[in-house]
């Protein structure tokens, strides 16, 4: 199965700054990729996904990139604020197929600090 | 604009005694799923269910099983708590199974003593 790995585990940094996680999967046929937050007590929330055929994706102050030959695309949040303070999850699956289930990175626990 | 309900919230049990997990959606999808959510492991799938009548094995099923009631609920159940199940266990639902956006119930804290 799919493999994905997800780093840094945590990360910190000053409201205002940028903050990227970093996404690596194993299946080459993977072909749609999610980001999830997670805040504090709280189920995981879609905040954006990204599907093959395209390299960039933006809504507002979030973007995500795909690069498909070294399989790994990127969360980047840019001027964060003290409510970007959560768990990213990244996940990878072969939308569109039977065998199409997320698999999931580990998280990464942001904190913005003000 | 319930979406994915699972309840209870918080539960305590001793060891050796069972436990359900309810679930239930809103969104008319066909497929649910049980995640268990552990410190630095991320989210691992239990089991899941494809189509109302299906149910398949995740990742990690052992002391777990479960119940597709209807196309709305699926269940999860402890029958034998062991201390090393004390998790927070998500429900989801989607679309169906072939990779579309889940969708998260708010999660249900149980601790094994």
């Known amino acids: 199965g799919e493999n994905v790995e997800q780093h840094p585990s945590t990360l910190s940094v000053q409201e205002g700054d940028s903050a990227v996680i970093k996404c690596t999967y194993s299946?080459?046929?993977?072909?749609?990729f999610p980001w999830y937050k997670q805040e504090l007590g709280k189920g995981p929330q879609l905040i954006i996904d990204?599907?093959?055929?395209?390299g960039e994706k933006k809504d507002q102050r979030i973007a995500v990139t795909l690069n498909k030959t070294a399989k790994h695309f990127s969360l980047h949040i840019t001027e964060t604020q003290p409510e970007d303070s959560a768990v990213y999850f990244c996940?990878?699956?072969?939308?569109?197929?039977?065998?199409?289930?997320?698999?999931f990175g580990r998280g990464t626990q942001l904190t913005v600090w003000p | 604009n319930a979406g994915v309900t699972q309840t209870p919230k918080f539960q305590v049990l001793k060891t050796g005694q069972s436990m359900t997990l309810q679930c239930a959606q809103d969104?008319?999808?066909?497929?649910m799923y049980w995640y268990r959510q552990d410190p630095g492991m991320g989210l691992r799938l239990i089991y899941y269910?494809?189509?109302?009548?299906?149910?398949d094995k995740g990742e990690v099923p052992n002391g777990y099983n479960v119940s597709r009631l209807n196309k709305r609920e699926f269940s999860l159940r402890l029958e034998s708590a062991a201390p090393s199940q004390t998790s927070v266990y998500f429900c989801?639902?989607?679309?169906?199974?072939?990779?579309?956006?889940?969708?998260f119930g708010e999660g249900s804290w149980l601790t094994v003593v």
């Open positions: 996940a990878a699956s072969r939308r569109g197929s039977t065998l199409g289930r997320l698999y």
């Open positions: 299946d080459s046929a993977s072909n749609y």
């Open positions: 990204i599907r093959s055929n395209v």
């Open positions: 969104m008319n999808h066909n497929s």
């Open positions: 269910s494809a189509s109302e009548g299906t149910t």
């Open positions: 989801a639902s989607a679309w169906d199974r072939t990779g579309n956006t889940i969708y």
